[in-house]
Structures are given as structure tokens and as C-alpha cells.
């Protein structure tokens, strides 16, 4: 956009600038901001780093003494960082082979590469561990009992209640985030460090790894990164694979101690080793990435060579079927099975019905009024979130506010979270305030907004990267005000990464279970407690329908927001969750 151009477009809606004031609009909109993170944030966690301390006497350390040497406590511990290692490496060697297959190969169908990386990730875990008990559980499980009664192949069976079969259910939502961004970079390498490396002699093996693979590493990184931090805090599903197999993290554990009598300081303590393993793990990352250069775009780049991969493409292609068909056909076919049978077995189609869908919709009270609520909570919390990201991105990106990366940072810590820490955080702070807001709908998007806003940060920070902060200062020069800058200039050229941004986080507080089963009331209840609470009451077919209500409703919220948004708005989903 030229000057010229520019000019045109503003002096109509200008009028002389009023004299300078200390107090302007802008100062106004960012202290909001700062104020909201602090109540969202901040005081949570410090009343949760205060309430750690707290001891029958007063002061005391004994919360800290427990968790770090109890037996109960240091296995959850360690159970946690191994579902958080293995999840991390699988999700590496899921993810960056199928984003290298896609963005450097000529391997066939790379939109079903696509498509099950982002079905994956929106997919919700606990559903895809319901779906999995069903196949997998060690007594009744469809597949278990056709292997070891049926087919007399004992040791084909598989229990879904062990390690193994945790870190199975975790993979499938988390190795997209590797994908995401891997492939995004891979197609971001300027092709011509590559052709000059082969121009001198290097073969294509010793290009990749001199080359491609240190260009990518801080994608890499973050994206394995992104899947140890998802994979530890994912509360719905460790609960329910996990418990039955005995199997106690750290979410599991937390959720156990708020059994009457609550353990309110060891829930704090607890929690707070998220905390120190989160920030832990993003110092870490920092710091590699300091060491070095990553720049990757020059003026003069070139579109990268695609590979001839012969026979092997088909290899690829037949790898990716496979993880296509674990992650999101075999669970989500299984609950629609189960969902239509009147009695789940192996001759459950003999028995279709559609009485379980009535029974949800219709007889079960609770499940009007859970639709309703997470649909209102979802719009709000999105709405709230992509609204403060995009003034706290716009103040790291374009202030000189001491502190502002700071707090970029805290608005940062939300994601390596469990949404039963957050819970945890938010009874203790609200509890000792003079507003009663446990177990309303307000201290839900409280949680919802508090938890998400790093999604927000992010899309927002992402896209405000790619204006030239010329074009704003242009319109200043002009004579536009903070405001008119913002509406006439910023925000229609980030809009399509801001409405990213408000999809992924819509998205997951519609499937949000681990602070709302500890935040919800009769009346707030939200569709992802509707299910779960099913579950664990053993209603096996009316919970695979009230599964599928909730994926339609998911599925057309996605459907309405690329139809609205468009091309770009799918480019930019690609990109926002892994800017983190």
C-alpha cells in the first residue's frame, strides 16, 4: 500500500488531531489488558503458590515435603515425564516425516496428509480413549474378545489400560503439532542453500542433515516441545485409561486429592511442578535457540526441488492410511457403531437403534442445557481471548513498555497447565474474594479464557509480525489517531489470523473437560462433563451418542468458520497453533 494510496483512504475520516494528552484511548485499552491478565493469571497462581504454604500451624513447607518425596506423589511424577517423553518422540516420528513427505517428495494425496493431521488435533482426546475402551478394554473389548474367543489368538489382544496404550491415545492429538510446524517450515527454507550444498558436491542425504535439518530445528524443537506440554497436561484422557490400569500422573493425582477432605495445599504444591516443568522446558528451548542463526528467507529465494521417491511414495503413502485410519477412522467408527447398537457386542449390528440418540437429546435433561452452555462459554472465551492477545501481541510488538516480554511470558504459562491446575488456582483465589462464583457459568470463562489466552497471544503475535509496522506508522504520520490506525490499517490486515485464532480456541472449550469437572455446578454443567459423567456411570451406548452430538457440534462450528473465513483463514490455522 503506498502513501499516496494511504492518504486517500484516511484523510476522509480524519479531523485535525486533538492536542496531546497523558491519558489516551490506547493507554486505556492496554492497561485493560495488563489488569485482565493479572485477575486472569497472575493472581491465580500466586494465590496457588500461596496456598502451597499453608499448614495446619500456619506457615509451612510440609505440602513441598510430600510431594517431592512421597511415594504416591513422586510415581505420578514420573509417570507423567514418561507419557510426556514418549508422546514427544512419537509425535517427532510421526510428524516430521509426513510434513518432509508433503512439502519435499512427490508423494501422492497430500491433502489426506492434511486432513489427518488437523482432524487429529481437533479430535478430543477423551473421546478417542472412550472409543478406544470399547475395542481395547481387557474383558469386553470388541477387538479383545474376537482375538482371544473367537479367533483363539490370545496374543493378538491389546490393553488399553497400560502405559502403551496411554501414550497411544496421547499421540493421536499431539504429533499434529510437529506436522503443523515442520511443514510450514520446510516449505518457508530458501531452496537455494540446498541447490548451492549439491552444486558443490553434496549428495542429497548429507544436504538434508547439513542443511535442511539444522533450518527446521527450531520448528522441530517447538513442535516437540508443544507435544511434551500437551501430552502431560491432558487430564480426560489419562483419567480414563490410565485409572482403571492404575496408572497415576500428575492431573489424575491433583483430581484425587479434592476428595472430602480437600488437600488444598498438596493439590497447590502439585500443581506447581507444572509450572516449574513448563517454564523449564521453554528456558531450555530459548536458550538452544539463541546459540545460533535461523533465518531461512532472503530476497532471491526459490521454490524447493521436489524428490522423486519411486517405490518408497507409496510406502508414505500407505504410512500415513494407516495412522489415518487409527486416529480418526477406527475411534470415530467405533462410536458411531456403538452409538446405534442397543447393546455393544460382537454382533451389535444385529440390534441398531436410534433410542440412544433420544435418549440424550430428549430424556436426558442435562443435555439441552450443557449445549447451550458450552456453546455461550466457547463464543465468549474466544471472543475474549483473541481480543487480549491481540493487545498484548500489538504491546510486545510494537511498544517499549519495560516488561513487556515479560508479559509476554506469563501470558505464555496457561499452556503448559492442566485445566484441573488452573480449576485449582481459581477456587483458591475466588474462594477468598467477596464474590460468590463457584459454580457459575462466570468462573468457567474465567477458566476458559485464562487457560486459552496463549492461543490468542500467539495467532495475534503471529500476524503482526507479517505487517510492516511502516504502514502504521505511515497513517501516524497522516494524522491518524491509535484508534483509527487500529481499525482503518492493523486490524483488517491481521483479521484473518485473529479469526484463526478465535476458531482454535472455540474449538477446544467446547471439548474442555479438566477444570470444568471441577468448576462445574447442575446449572453450569458443559457437554464435555455430560459425557464424562455418563461414562463413569456406565451408560456405554448413550455416551458414544452424546460423543457424536458433540463432534457435530464441533464439526459444524469448523464448517461455519472456513466458510465464513475462507482460504485464508485455513492457512493461517495451519500456523497459529504452533507459534507457540
Known sequence: MSTDVMSTALRPRLSPRPARTWLRLEHVVMGAAIVSLIVLVVLPLAFLLIGSFKGSSGVSLDAYSEVLTGRLYVNALKNSLILGA?????????????????????VPAKPLF??????????????????????????????????????????????????????????????????????????????????????????????????????????????????????????????IIGLPGRIVTLPTRIYALFDYPPEYALASALSLVFIVITVAALYLQNAFLKRRSYVTLGGKGSRPQMMRLGVFRWILLGFVIAVFFVSIVLPYATLIAVSFSKSWGLEFWKN????????????????????????????????????????????????????????????????????????????????????????????????????????????ANASLRQVDHSLEESAQILGASWTTTMREITLPLIRPGLFAGWLLVFVPVIQELSASILLFSSQSITLAVAVYNLYETGYIEPVAALAMINMFIIGAAIALAYRLGGRSIASRTEAAPVQT
Request: net charge positive; proline share 5%; aromatic share 12%.
Open 352 to 459: 441398531l437403534t436410534l433410542a440412544n440418540y433420544k435418549f440424550v437429546l430428549f430424556e436426558y435433561n442435562v443435555t439441552q442445557r450443557a449445549i447451550m452452555n458450552s456453546l455461550f462459554l466457547a463464543f465468549v472465551a474466544a471472543t475474549f481471548a483473541v481480543f487480549l492477545g491481540a493487545i498484548i501481541g500489538w504491546i510486545d510488538l510494537r511498544t517499549r513498555i519495560p516488561g513487556r516480554k515479560v508479559l509476554d511470558y506469563a501470558s505464555l504459562i496457561p499452556l503448559g497447565l492442566p485445566g484441573i491446575v488452573m480449576a485449582v488456582a481459581l477456587i483458591q483465589f475466588w474462594l477468598a474474594m467477596p464474590l460468590a462464583l463457584y459454580g457459575t457459568l462466570t468462573i468457567l470463562l474465567l477458566a476458559y479464557v485464562g487457560r486459552y489466552i496463549p492461543l490468542g497471544v500467539r495467532a
Open 86 to 106: 514418549w508422546s514427544g518422540l512419537f509425535s517427532l516420528l510421526i510428524g516430521l516425516p509426513l510434513a518432509w513427505a508433503v512439502a519435499r517428495t512427490d
Open 114 to 239: 492434511q486432513i489427518t493431521a488437523t482432524l487429529s488435533y481437533l479430535s478430543p482426546p477423551f473421546l478417542t480413549a472412550i472409543a478406544l475402551t470399547y475395542l481395547f478394554s481387557p474383558n469386553a473389548g470388541l477387538s479383545n474378545v474376537l482375538m482371544r474367543d473367537v479367533l483363539g489368538l490370545p496374543w493378538l489382544t491389546f490393553n488399553i489400560f497400560t502405559m502403551p496404550g496411554l501414550v497411544l491415545v496421547t499421540v493421536m492429538h499431539t504429533f499434529p503439532f510437529v506436522y503443523l510446524l515442520a511443514s510450514s517450515a520446510l516449505q518457508s527454507v530458501d531452496a537455494s542453500y540446498e541447490e548451492a550444498a549439491q552444486i558443490l558436491g553434496a549428495s542429497k542425504l548429507r544436504t538434508a542433515f547439513s542443511i535442511t535439518a539444522p533450518l527446521v530445528a527450531p520448528a522441530v524443537l517447538s513442535g516437540t516441545l508443544l507435544a511434551f506440554v500437551n501430552a502431560i497436561a491432558l487430564f480426560g484422557s489419562q483419567a
